[in-house]
């Protein structure tokens, strides 16, 4: 049966993961070609200046990718499920609540983490060849805010969307947006490194919410 489960939920967000995946890959490519342009047509002393000393950040294109991702696959995935009344027939099959989403939400989060790890490695191979490898292994924890940003924003995407009530799904999207916020509220080179372990051993809260949702929309039998 959790075979069958992936599989529909596969079948549900393949087209949106390859639209995801292309662009993505599309950004990736955007950024290379801008740095290459960069150290060819400037002098590549003041790019290394800019990348080292002050820290600009060359691959800030990628920023909201991680949030826009995660924001797809929670749509793509539920609101057919919502729309449809599908989920309720889900729910009344074989196995508790708890498995049911939990697999559901792992076949979106491994998706989001297929994409999100592309764009790292391509990100560091980018900087990698142009600087030394100090900056490109800085990018790892510079991006991994945005793509906590993105993981909370497919966990909250969700949870808005099995949440029935409009009080309490107003009250859960100003709290998702407040923690997104916070992650994009720096800038330089690895800013959230300080908080980046506590804030990795919340995140799976998350899916408290989630999981409380669903128990309410179950319970309601809509």
Not at 15 to 28: D, E, H, P, Q, V
């Amino acid at each position: 049966m959790l075979s069958s489960l992936l599989l529909k939920e596969w079948l549900k967000l393949k087209r949106y993961f390859i639209a995801a995946l292309l662009l993505n890959i599309g950004i990736c490519l955007k950024i290379f070609f801008d740095i290459r342009q960069q150290i060819y047509s400037e002098h590549s002393e003041m790019v290394w200046y800019q990348a080292i000393h002050i820290q600009t950040v060359l691959y800030q294109d990628i920023r909201y990718l991680p949030l826009i991702t995660g924001l797809v696959l929670a749509a793509a995935q539920f609101v057919p499920e919502m729309m449809g009344r599908r989920l309720r027939l889900s729910l009344h099959l074989p196995g508790s609540r708890e498995v049911m989403l939990f697999f559901s939400l792992f076949s979106g989060f491994l998706l989001f983490l297929m994409i999100c790890g592309l764009d790292a490695v391509l990100i560091y191979l980018t900087l990698k060849m142009y600087f030394p490898v100090e900056v490109a292994v800085s990018s790892l924890p510079t991006m991994l805010p945005w793509i906590l940003a993105g993981l909370l924003a497919y966990f909250g995407g969700v949870t808005v969307l099995l949440e029935m009530n409009w009080s309490r799904r107003i009250f859960l999207s100003l709290v998702f947006a407040v923690l997104i916020s916070m992650l994009f509220s720096g800038s330089g080179y690895g800013w959230f490194i300080p908080a980046l372990p506590w804030l990795i051993l919340l995140a799976p809260l998350a899916l408290l919410s989630v999981f409380e949702s669903g128990r309410r929309f179950q319970e309601r039998g809509v």
